[in-house]
């Protein structure tokens, strides 16, 4: 696979119609430097000296720049108050990894939320990948001010086996539902580690001893493109047929309100309106509630 040449085509995406509107409204945002940085559970940008002018072209960008599904951030006076509740997942995660000196990869990194927060562990290097066009230039949009030095690639899952060079740890939140299939996905994010490299998954769960798995025939909790929701030990048992020695269930958790909820950030509905108005341990389409589990893979050689 040629990753150079899927990059490049890859960056025509951003001269869609309806992306070309962002990428002009972020080369014309202003040169200015954060006068304080804050990587804590609102990644906050603060500028001395910001004109009332200014304040306002960044306020009508990050307005353009919807849907807002991770975060939040604070620029300047502008709040971006998310969708997602992002800072539970990270603050839940972050005791169970360390990251300084270390080659580190997220898949499907959204607009790199938990990526900005990892900055603060001073990894070698941060690669996210995440094939969308809107999530990339929300992260330009963010890294336009804070100018870290994130790698994003628009690329997906299918892509790490591929890439130049192999990862120490790797996060995939949030992604291993909506794959097809998930013991070849999980083999491809055991090629990408080194040895002894470390992935971090999350994944919705359902409840049960027995080593299976529901598989919804059309949509999941208003979601249509999720195929696998594993019991605890089926997702073990996907684990070990990739590759992987060693797995560590670091948290099973339900997901509620004040993790994921509707604000005036996203243009669409949100975990209210997935489940069950009359029972809440319902999904809309009659599944158990969404629930995910946190696990630790080691791939030891």
Known sequence: ????????????????????????????????????????????????????????QLHDTAILLKPWRKGPFRISETYIDSEWQSFVKYN????????????????GCSNAYYLFRMLG????????????????????????????????????????????????????????????????????????????GELILDTFMIDGEEEICLTPRDRYSKIPNIYFIPTVSALKNWCYRAGFTHVEILEIKKTDLSEQRKTAWIDHQSLEHFLDPNDHTKTIEGYPAPKRVYLKAIKKQ
């Open 1 to 56: 696979m040629d990753i150079e040449s899927i990059r490049k085509e890859r960056k025509k995406w951003l001269t869609w119609k309806n992306i070309a509107p962002l990428q002009e409204a972020i080369a014309a945002l202003p040169n200015i430097a954060p006068s304080h940085v804050m990587l804590d559970d609102v990644v906050s940008l603060e500028f001395e000296g910001i004109t009332a002018e200014q304040e306002q």
């Open 92 to 107: 839940l995660l972050e005791p169970h990894f360390d990251l300084e000196g270390k080659v580190v990869g997220d898949i």
């Open 121 to 196: 562990q001073n990894p070698k290097k941060l690669i996210g990948f995440d094939p969308s066009a809107i999530m990339y230039s929300q992260f330009q949009f963010i890294n336009h001010f804070l100018k870290s030095d994130i790698v994003y690639e628009l690329l997906g899952v299918e892509h790490v086996v591929h890439y130049e060079h192999r990862f120490d740890v790797l996060f995939c939140l949030g992604v291993l539902y909506h794959r097809s299939d998930p013991v070849a996905t999980l083999k491809s994010l055991y090629k990408g580690l080194e040895s002894d």
